[in-house]
């Protein structure tokens, strides 16, 4: 496992690296999960997240998995909806 270090800014956010994003296909809006352990805490990509990745500027639908593309298109949507109104 790579570690990274990154900082807490004073509204409690932190930055997910552009490479680490890339890498886990994550966008803006996607959804993470906090695991908790008595050693600390882990961020992982919500499931849903996973089905379409960004590699070298193109989108790639992962084919291992069930797909509900009506679904996936309403969330891009409104995704892209999100952020050209902010």
């Not at 509204?11 to 600390?40: C, M």
């Not at 379409?52 to 084919?63: D, R, S």
Request: proline residues 5%.
């Amino acid at each position: 496992m790579k570690r990274k270090r990154i900082k807490i800014d004073n509204f409690g956010r932190i930055v997910i690296p552009k490479k680490i994003r890339n890498d886990f296909g994550l966008f803006p809006g996607n959804e993470l999960i906090i695991n908790e352990s008595p050693e600390g805490f882990t961020l992982t990509p919500a499931r849903e997240m996973n089905l379409i990745e960004e590699k070298e500027g193109f989108l790639i639908v992962n084919t291992e998995k069930e797909i509900d593309f009506n679904k996936l298109i309403s969330n891009l949507r409104e995704d892209r909806i999100k952020r050209s109104i902010s």
